[in-house]
Structures are given as structure tokens and as C-alpha cells.
């Protein structure tokens, strides 16, 4: 079954402070696609970036950057030199084919908490 | 401001009331889709829905829960004779395509609640 578990319910960190999301995942395709979304305290979920299964060549945009890990199933998110504006909720997502369509399977998120 | 629009942001209904959100895509997606954000847990599918067709609601309560996508207007997601256990945050997505690699993205979400 396909799966997606990020086993840190809740993160708290100081600003400046590195910090890194954990996203494990599970899947029975040989290619697959995976997706991290922030969600602030506003609510609303904001698409950050997608890492497709046959690139695993790392990702850096300004202070985020992504390290995939085919050999450990894990796409993990760092964030670094944290600041109050990252304080948010993180969901990893992987997609899934399904009657006709797509839908995303979502981890129960990271809950970041960056004090000034 | 061209992205996924929710309506309403917030919306309390009492028990045994009719529900209605509504989502209109991004201009150029033609794909829609329901999740839902129960308390403390991550968001799960409900329907995939294109103009006029719903091709997946695999994910959608079998009772008193519907979704559309008319020709023309927004999708709208209706939830009859409204129950506690709907308190939840329905967030609608649109895409251009259907593709795995395609991102979803998403709207501002309708917190419904209800009393």
C-alpha cells in the first residue's frame, strides 16, 4: 500500500536554528512522485516542491533544500537558518494513479514552531 | 488573483443542516479535487471530479456527501442533514492535466463547523 508517515508530530526550534522535517514513504510504483506543501497558521496549503523518483540529485532553493533517499525511502526537508515566518505545518505527499485519476496520499504533517 | 478560490472561508451550520461549498479552479484547470482535513490529522481525498463528470469519489462518505462540476460555475461540494463528526477543514484542488508528476494546488480551505 502506498504510504506516507512523518514521525514528527510536533518540531520547536529557536530562530536561526537548522532544522529538518523527516518524510518517510511507501510505494509499489518504480516511478513515483513526491511533494512537500506548507500549511501557515492562516491555513491555507502552499505547493513548495515536487521531486520525481528517477532524479535524486538533492534540491537547494534559498534557506529550504530537499534530500531524497531512494535507498531509505525518505525525502527529507531542512530548513535552514529558521525563521519566525516558517512556523507552519509540513506535509510530505506522495501520488497516487487511481480509477481514472490522481489522488495525493498526505502524511499527518510536522508542526514547526520557530521562537523569536 | 488567479488561484484555487474557496468559498466560504468559514461556515457554521447546525445539526441536520445543508452544507454547500464551493470552489471555482485555477483559470486553465479543468481537473478538481476534494480533500478533507479532519482535527490534528493530514488531508484525505474525497473525489476527483472534471467538467460534468465525476470519475473518482472513492474517498467520499456514501451517505448525505455530493460533489459536482457543472459546465459552467464552480464545483460545489454539498453535505446534507450535517452531523458533528463534519467539523473538518475541505480544502478544493485543481490541476491542468491528470498526472502523478502534476502538482495539486490548492485552495484556502472552508472551515466548516458545526454546532
Known amino acids: 500500500a502506498q504510504k506516507v508517515t512523518q514521525a514528527q508530530t510536533e518540531i520547536s526550534v529557536v530562530e536561526k536554528e537548522d532544522v529538518t522535517l523527516d518524510c518517510v514513504y511507501e510505494t509499489r510504483d518504480t516511478t513515483y512522485y513526491l511533494f512537500w506543501y506548507k500549511q501557515p497558521p492562516s491555513g491555507e496549503l502552499v505547493f513548495l516542491i515536487r521531486?520525481?523518483?528517477?532524479?535524486?540529485q538533492n534540491e537547494i532553493s534559498g534557506r529550504y533544500s530537499w534530500n531524497f533517499q531512494k535507498s531509505t525511502s525518505s525525502f527529507n526537508f531542512t530548513i535552514t537558518a529558521s525563521q519566525v515566518v516558517d512556523s507552519a505545518v509540513y506535509f510530505c505527499?506522495?501520488?497516487?494513479?487511481?480509477?481514472?485519476?490522481?489522488?495525493?496520499?498526505f502524511g499527518q504533517g510536522t508542526e514547526l514552531s520557530v521562537k523569536p | 488573483n488567479a488561484g484555487v478560490m474557496q468559498n466560504p472561508r468559514h461556515l457554521v451550520r447546525r445539526r441536520g443542516q445543508e452544507a454547500r461549498l464551493r470552489c471555482s479552479p485555477m483559470k486553465g484547470h479543468s481537473h478538481v479535487y476534494w480533500y478533507r482535513q479532519l482535527p490534528e490529522e493530514g488531508l484525505k481525498f474525497m473525489v476527483y471530479l472534471q467538467k460534468e463528470n465525476i470519475i473518482d469519489e472513492s474517498g467520499m462518505p456514501k451517505e448525505r456527501f455530493s460533489a459536482e462540476f457543472p459546465k459552467e460555475g464552480p464545483s460545489i461540494l454539498r453535505i446534507q442533514q450535517v452531523v458533528r463528526g463534519d467539523s473538518a477543514a475541505y480544502f478544493c484542488?485543481?490541476?491542468?492535466?491528470?498526472?502523478?508528476?502534476?502538482?495539486?494546488?490548492f485552495g484556502d480551505g472552508t472551515r466548516l463547523s458545526i454546532l
Open positions: 505527499a506522495l501520488s497516487e494513479a487511481q480509477n481514472q485519476g490522481v489522488k495525493l496520499i
Open positions: 521531486r520525481n523518483s528517477f532524479d535524486e
Open positions: 484542488a485543481s490541476s491542468p492535466e491528470v498526472a502523478r508528476y502534476q502538482p495539486q494546488h
